[in-house]
């Protein structure tokens, strides 16, 4: 299997196939700071802290499972993509990975701007106050409502998907006596190495008009023709958690071929090009992530060769990073409740949490790293399987790790790069409450999403 990309393969029995982990590390109390937020340490006594506030004592104040978020982390790096593209490209957070009214006002606070693929995201930035023409509105079946809030409120631009979006944003901008800027969503054939159910530029899926067939092309005469919307470039997006650089490279060659083809038949170069997000995170010690200068360099690089080659002005270009700035800046701590030896197989490690709280794993078969937090140990390595409490055999929070043998119940573990998407596709299953995302910062910690309750649940069940 390639490490290029985040690991693909089937999501139900082979979840819990044996045999491919790797051999134990070389010490069980190291904590790898590609895949830790920037400010985890670990104490002179052995037990870790974030923020300068130590595990035990923010499990003690906001219970488990919750997850810590560090903000000073999550700054630095929206600073970084900031800086990586400067002022001649603009930088989106996909909300989709993380969104909370705290990430949205230190989005607006670090200079990035954010886009959305719901009302309800929508709603979310507008009420932090994140100005509406730094919005992006995506989305494959935005509702009648939805894309007249959006074009109400002015968002900077709005990602069409399909034919039938081109028309109803048209019409509903002319009816509002708006003309609303657009872009067109283009799938460019392009097979990324990641997981089948996340990547998004090969035809065989929801998104986007494809460049097969002309269908792109005719998408744009369509919308050249209407007078609510203002074509202003191309928006693709290729997948998630993509290491490799070379699914860009083709996507922008065939993105900047459409762009000519556009100037040739109507005379005119469009202004923009968005070349989506999904750069991957170091989920363990084997991912090798991208730093930000180097993919603003090399999409820079590929985009002013082909547009050179092709006789057009170079574009501006929008990214669109989300997990690649929430995904590491978090982790999730969970207290271990039972701990179930199978001889001659693995030790299975059961916490308060689960599928519940992480879907990834049973969703993607996405891999993590785990440690032990709230203590150092000298034991020997055991082979842990990390399961929540959930009543799903495919509850599985970290298939194959490594923790100290002396594990014992009440022990404090967490799992790291668990910023996105944990929380953003967190469920009620079995009607557990949603844990609380807590923002750590210089010693101090405070709740930015709260503890769902049993009268939260209750509330809504109204028969």
């Known amino acids: 299997m390639s490490r290029s990309a985040h690991p693909a393969g089937p999501r139900h029995a082979d979840v819990l196939t044996e045999g491919h982990y790797a051999a134990p590390p070389a010490d069980l109390n190291a904590l790898d700071a590609k895949v830790w937020s920037r400010t985890v340490t670990r104490t002179p006594d052995g037990a870790v802290s974030v923020g300068g506030i130590e595990v035990a004592r923010l499990a003690e104040e906001f219970g488990t499972p919750a997850y810590f978020l560090d903000e000073d982390d999550f700054r630095a790096r929206c600073r970084a993509w900031r800086d990586a593209f400067g002022t001649d490209a603009d930088v ?6 993380f969104l909370s009214r705290a990430v949205v006002r230190w989005l607006h606070e670090e200079g990035l701007n954010l886009d959305v693929c719901s009302g309800g995201e929508l709603a979310t930035a507008l009420s932090a106050g994140m100005p509406a023409e730094r919005i992006a509105f995506h989305g494959n079946n935005k509702s009648e409502a939805e894309i007249e809030r959006a074009i109400e409120v002015g968002v900077g631009r709005i990602v069409l998907d399909s034919f039938q979006e081109i028309v109803r944003v048209s019409h509903i901008a002319e009816r509002l006596g708006k003309r609303q800027p657009v872009q067109i969503r283009v799938t460019v ?6 997981h089948e159910f996340i990547a998004t530029a090969h035809e065989d899926q929801k998104f986007g008009i494809a460049l097969a067939g002309g269908q792109a092309a005719e998408a744009v005469r369509r919308a050249l023709k209407l007078d609510g919307i203002e074509l202003i470039g191309i928006h693709s997006h290729i997948g998630s958690q993509i290491f490799d650089m070379a699914g860009f490279e083709v996507a922008a ?3 900047v071929s459409l762009l000519a083809e ?3 038949e109507h005379g005119i170069e469009l202004p923009e090009i968005d070349l989506g997000g999904g750069l991957g995170i170091a989920y363990t010690s084997d991912d090798d992530p991208s730093e930000p200068h180097e993919i603003a360099k090399a999409l820079n690089e590929i985009v002013t060769r082909e547009c050179e080659a092709a006789g057009l002005r170079t574009p501006r270009i929008s990214v669109e990073p989300g997990r690649a700035i929430v995904g590491p800046t978090a982790f999730t701590l969970y207290t271990v409740g039972t701990i179930k030896p199978l001889e001659t197989l693995r030790t299975y490690v059961s916490v308060d949490g689960g ?11 996405a891999e993590y790293t785990v440690a032990l937090v709230s203590r150092r140990s000298d034991a020997e390595p055991m082979l842990v399987r990390v399961v929540g409490k959930h009543c799903e055999s495919g509850d599985i929070v970290v298939k194959d790790a490594f923790l100290p043998a002396d594990l014992a119940p009440g022990d404090l573990i967490a799992v790291p790069a668990t910023g996105a998407y944990c929380r953003s596709m967190a469920s009620n299953y079995n009607h557990a409450l949603r844990p ?13 999403v709260r503890r769902e309750t049993e009268e939260d649940l209750l509330r809504l069940d109204v028969g």
């Open 253 to 255: 060659r065939r993105v």
């Open 436 to 448: 609380p995302v807590v923002a750590v910062q210089g010693g101090e910690a405070r709740v930015i």
């Open 262 to 264: 556009v100037r040739d």
């Open 355 to 365: 599928m519940s709280d992480n879907i990834r794993t049973a969703l993607y078969d």
């Open 189 to 194: 054939g392009v097979e990324a190495h990641t």
């Open 92 to 97: 989106f957070y996909a909300g989709k990975a």
